[in-house]
């Protein structure tokens, strides 16, 4: 059974950088692209990043692009969220998620962490 666990959450300060890491368990991890997703309160899960199987193509949301960097080691099952220049809107838990296939939906997911909480001040 595939089991996904998040670490590196914590209250940060607007502009610092925060790294999440997934590790990945109870499966072969190169058969499955990578995701994470957030949760703010209130409000629905949405999605973050996306890595390949072989990490060699990533996708962001719009709201992300360019400050977040989704990586993957497949000699290690995990996969890792590099947040730079965090805002006050970046406050969330953080999930990451595992595919059949390279995808951006949430439904498209199979097996879920349990999140990592990540609070930004200003």
């Known amino acids: 059974q595939v089991t996904l666990v998040e670490s590196g959450g914590g209250l940060v300060q607007a502009g610092d950088s925060l790294r999440l890491t997934c590790v990945f368990s109870?499966?072969?991890?190169?058969?499955?692209?990578m995701g994470w997703f957030r949760q703010a309160p209130g409000k629905e899960r949405k999605f973050v990043a996306v890595?390949?199987?072989?990490?060699?193509?990533?996708y962001y949301a719009a709201s992300v692009e360019g400050r977040f960097t989704i990586s993957r080691d497949n000699a290690k099952d995990t996969v890792d969220l590099q947040m730079n220049s965090l805002q006050p809107d970046d406050t969330a838990v953080y999930y990451c998620?595992?595919?059949?296939?390279?995808?951006?939906?949430?439904?498209?997911?199979?097996?879920w962490g349990q999140g990592t909480q990540v609070t930004v001040s200003s």
């Open positions: 890595v390949s199987w072989s990490g060699g193509i990533t």
């Open positions: 998620a595992a595919s059949g296939g390279f995808a951006t939906f949430e439904y498209e997911y199979n097996y």
């Open positions: 109870g499966g072969t991890f190169a058969d499955y692209p």
